[in-house]
């Protein structure tokens, strides 16, 4: 019984046993066939889909799809003129057996931000109760990130792509215990693709130090892994953070904590967008 299918083309012109396939990846896919194979997939509880632009791509609204656990959803966004096409399908879609959703965009640095309604109804509508979410290179603002993430209070792993300063999560993740509660692992990836031209900033050590040991109070914040841009400055902050008495106290506790200067080929277990193709 066929469970498991991986496509490098559009699966329309294949008759699949939809029934049984409950894991489903495929890229060079529109919206239209997303929403198809999304339809038809009664069966999956994983997806995976590399979106492409095609025209006209539909509105619908999808009836509820109470079986999918896991979503995961790639984008070039490298044009500014079209809308995102992956805010474009979450718009058709009502998820309320997610668990899991990673959003990954190539190549957004020619965009302004982008409105993130669309997100904030999807997550409404779907009465998302997300464990595990996963943001690469969001082409949304500062303050907008942390609207998509105060509406997901059952986070308990995060893991962030950002191409800008981390003081407002920093601080938000600080001060505001009500802001992700159940919060136990947090991987952020503090860079861009190598071609990316936008300006990279160190976190404060002091802010970083803060946040981690009030969440370990508050959350029990079991895992942190840090990746970011061999600069100068981030060899300071490096040097400042993991000489600290609370880096160390926070280790002798069992934290797992992980600064990481990150590599130039992709290797398994990346998380993160690397390049721009």
């Known amino acids: 019984m066929l469970r498991e299918v991986q496509l490098l083309a559009p699966w329309t012109a294949l008759a699949l046993p939809w029934q049984s396939i409950e894991i489903y990846r495929s ?6 066939e997303s929403i198809d194979v999304l339809r038809t997939g009664v ?12 025209s006209p791509e539909p509105t619908l609204l999808l009836p509820s799809m109470p ?13 500014r003129t079209m809308p995102l096409l992956v805010m474009s399908l979450l718009r058709s879609l009502t998820l309320p057996a997610l668990r899991n959703l990673n959003l ?22 779907s009465s998302l109760q997300l464990e595990e979410l996963t943001l690469c290179l969001m082409p949304v603002s500062e303050r907008d990130l942390l ?15 950002i191409a800008a300063s981390m003081d407002a999560l920093l601080e938000r993740l600080y001060s505001d215990a009500g ?3 159940r919060l136990q692992s947090l991987h952020i990836a503090n860079f861009t ?36 841009v061999g600069t100068d400055e981030m060899v300071v902050f490096t040097a400042m ?37």
């Open 27 to 32: 890229e060079d896919t529109s919206i239209q």
């Open 43 to 54: 069966s999956l509880t994983h997806c995976s889909l590399y979106l492409k632009v095609a």
């Open 67 to 79: 079986r999918l656990q896991s979503l995961t959803l790639f984008e070039r966004a490298d044009n």
């Open 104 to 125: 990954k965009f190539e190549d957004p640095r020619s965009r302004p931000p982008e409105d993130v309604s669309e997100f904030l109804s999807f997550v409404a509508r």
């Open 147 to 161: 609207r998509c993430l105060e509406c997901l209070q059952s986070l308990v792993t995060v893991r962030l792509q």
């Open 179 to 181: 802001f992700l509660p």
């Open 193 to 228: 693709p190598s071609d990316t031209p936008w300006e990279y900033t160190s976190p404060s050590s002091n802010a970083t130090l803060e946040m981690l040991f009030s969440r370990w109070r508050r959350s029990l914040l079991q895992d942190f892994h840090f990746h970011y």
């Open 241 to 277: 953070v993991t000489t600290h008495p609370t880096w160390e106290t926070l280790r002798k506790v069992g934290m797992t904590l992980v600064l990481e200067e990150f590599h130039q080929e992709p290797q398994a277990g990346d998380w993160w967008v690397y390049t721009v193709y």
